[in-house]
Nanobody, 117 residues
C-alpha cells in the first residue's frame, strides 16, 4: 500500500489550499485517516483525523479553518484549508492506519505548504 499526497503550494495569508491523498496497492479498509504537519525545527503534529465511521478531531490551531473529509470506497482523504496563516507553513503528511492485531501505519511522501504574510 502506498499513499500519494498532492495539493501543496505557495499561498498568501488568508488564502486556501486543498490537499488530497490517495491510497494505491492492495485493497484495504483503513480505520483512521489523518493529516499531520511538520514545520521547520518542530516536531510533526496532528492536524486532523477522521475515523472510518466519520468521527473527526482537529488540532485547536486549525479548528474552524480546516475541514477533513474521506471517501472510504476510494481510500482517499482530503484536507480543505481556508484562511491560511503563516504559522500553517510546513510539510503536510497524510497517514492511514490499518487496524488488526498489530496496527500498521502508512505515510504519504509529504507535500509542502507555504503561507506568505
Amino acid at each position: 500500500v502506498q499513499l500519494q499526497a498532492s495539493g501543496g503550494g505557495l499561498v498568501q495569508a488568508g488564502g486556501s489550499l486543498r490537499l488530497s491523498c490517495a491510497a494505491s496497492g492492495s485493497r484495504v479498509s483503513f480505520n483512521g485517516m489523518s493529516w499531520f504537519r511538520q514545520a521547520p525545527g518542530k516536531q510533526r503534529e496532528l492536524v486532523a483525523v477522521m475515523s472510518r465511521s466519520g468521527n473527526i478531531m482537529y488540532a485547536s490551531s486549525v479548528k474552524g479553518r480546516f475541514t477533513i473529509s474521506r471517501d472510504n470506497a476510494k481510500n482517499t482523504v482530503n484536507l480543505q484549508m481556508n484562511n491560511l496563516k503563516p504559522e500553517d507553513t510546513g510539510v503536510y503528511y497524510c497517514n492511514a492506519v490499518l487496524s488488526g492485531s498489530t496496527p500498521v501505519n502508512y505515510w504519504g511522501q509529504g507535500t509542502q505548504v507555504t503561507v506568505s504574510s
